[in-house]
């Protein structure tokens, strides 16, 4: 099951609910059900670089000295 982040549109309280297939969502603050669902930090994640600071992943990200497109992965 997801665990999704909400904001109550009536109360601006905000919290993570695991969401089962259609389940009926309300806030547990107040009991509305006008939901907003957040963008979720672990949705979009954050990159850590590698220990000599520069960013791990494919072509353009390597670190090649002569820039992106120039390591044989590209």
Known sequence: MPIFEFVCK???????ELVQGSTLR???SCESEELEKKLSGFAVGTAVPRAGGLPAGPCGSCGHPDGPGACRLG
């Open 26 to 28: 309300r806030c547990p």
């Open 10 to 16: 009536e109360c601006d309280q905000e919290f993570e």
